[in-house]
């Protein structure tokens, strides 16, 4: 599969597509308009940071207890349960004379309930689309989460704007609504990929058979590690230019879109193994010219070189795809993402302590060079353990799909 026009006849790809853009923009809508909401209410930075962005720790606290659900339900049920969940959680948040608690636990619980949104989405996606079209189909994923994540934005400010933040987050729960819509009629239904019941107890067993395949573990590591300690970097773009900030934030989204589209649409398959190794470096190398003091266009241009370096987490998805039998790859993929997040918010809180020593410039080096120093680490084990196969269990399907060295 090598052209849009390919993706997007595919069965069921579309309606997946326009159903999760849908959400992408609820989602950044609603958190604005609830961290407006908030802020107005308690003049509080940090609770309207929270209100915006405490559900991805909720996302953490559901990949270790909910996410054997994932593989265990049917998947069309999941994910429109999850937008109707989503649908009337936002129209009360919007609900006059809710108390501030009741809005932080409703937060909460959604954000609880969407830590199996993304599992069971990218997992639906390996299954519709054929073998070699995942990468195409999470590269056009990945780029409308950027454009939608700018309209959601956009929209929400012209309604907080012209109304209040209610009206803009009812506005959203009726884009959530219309995702359910597009789900129940356009997803066919499937049975689950695994059988047995959902529990915590079975969450942590797939997380602990997931993590010890070494072959597996490399990649999740690589996936990481590499790319928390730079989102570390980018944490940092404020103090280190406070008047040009936005421009440095807009140079990396261009940087990879361009490499999502690239690796996507142009690289050939066959080619797109070798490539891991120089995007991982490609990712870190370019922070180490803050060592000087740049203008501020050539750390523009550094940053968005950098940025395409995140193009290797597309090639490594698809890697652990291939390495993880198909039972249980909706809960390899949402453990991926809940240890993005994890790993995220630990390279920003690491670069922001280090930066309270040296300057922002020098903290930016130094977490590059921690970037750099894990993927030439784990490059060996990367490339020894592709192809290597996880043995089946009795009575599990075989892992499809196979790997490239990179």
């Known amino acids: 599969m090598r052209t849009y026009r390919e993706l997007f006849r595919t069965p069921e790809f579309t309606p997946l597509f326009f159903a999760t853009s849908a959400q992408v923009a609820a989602g950044t809508m609603s958190g604005l308009a609830l961290g407006s909401l908030v802020y107005a209410a308690t003049r509080s930075a940090l609770l309207s940071a929270l209100s915006m962005f405490g559900p991805s720790f909720a996302q953490l606290l559901g990949a270790t207890t909910l996410l054997s659900a994932v593989d265990r339900l049917p998947p069309r049920a999941v994910l429109g349960t999850i937008a109707a969940v989503?649908?009337?959680?936002?129209?009360?948040?919007?609900?006059p004379g809710m108390p501030l608690w009741g809005r932080f636990a409703l937060v909460m619980a959604l954000g609880l309930a969407g830590s199996m949104g993304g599992a069971v989405r990218w997992g639906l996606l390996s299954e519709i689309l054929p073998e070699g079209g995942y990468v195409l189909g999470r590269s056009v994923f990945n780029m409308s989460v950027g454009v939608m994540q700018i309209a959601g934005f956009a929209?929400?400010?012209a309604l907080l704007a012209v109304l209040s933040p209610p009206a803009a987050l009812l506005t959203a729960a009726g884009l959530y609504l219309s995702a359910v819509v597009v789900i129940r009629t356009g997803l066919t239904r499937r049975p689950p990929r695994a059988a047995g019941r959902p529990s915590v107890r079975e969450t942590w067993r797939v997380n602990t058979r997931l993590w010890s395949h070494a072959p597996r573990r490399h990649v999740y590591l690589a996936l990481w590690v590499p790319n928390g300690l730079v989102v570390g970097c980018e944490a940092l773009y404020v103090p280190y230019a406070p008047d040009a900030a936005g421009a440095l934030f807009v140079s990396g989204a261009l940087g990879m879109l361009a490499a999502d589209t690239a690796l996507?649409?142009?690289?050939?398959?066959?080619?797109?193994?070798?490539?891991?190794t120089p995007l991982r470096l490609l990712l870190a190398a370019p922070y180490l010219l803050f060592a000087l003091p740049l203008p501020l266009p050539v750390a523009v241009a550094a940053v968005?070189?950098?940025?395409?370096?995140?193009?290797?987490?597309?090639l490594l998805q698809d890697r652990l795809v291939a390495l993880t039998p198909g039972e249980m790859r909706g809960q390899a993929l949402g453990l991926h993402s809940s240890g993005m997040m994890a790993m995220q918010a630990i390279g920003a809180s690491l670069a922001g302590l280090t930066a309270q020593f040296v300057p922002p410039g020098t903290a930016m080096v130094l977490m590059a060079g921690a970037s750099l120093a894990v993927t030439i680490a784990l490059t060996p084990?990367?490339?020894a353990s592709a192809g290597v196969r996880e043995p089946a269990a009795a009575g599990s399907a075989a892992p499809a799909g196979t790997t490239r060295a990179g």
């Open 86 to 95: 989503y649908t009337v959680g936002t129209a009360a948040v919007a609900a």
């Open 155 to 157: 929209a929400g400010g």
């Open 264 to 276: 996507g649409r142009f690289v050939p398959a066959e080619t797109r193994g070798r490539l891991v």
């Open 304 to 314: 968005a070189v950098a940025s395409a370096g995140f193009g290797a987490s597309l």
């Open 381 to 383: 084990r990367l490339r």
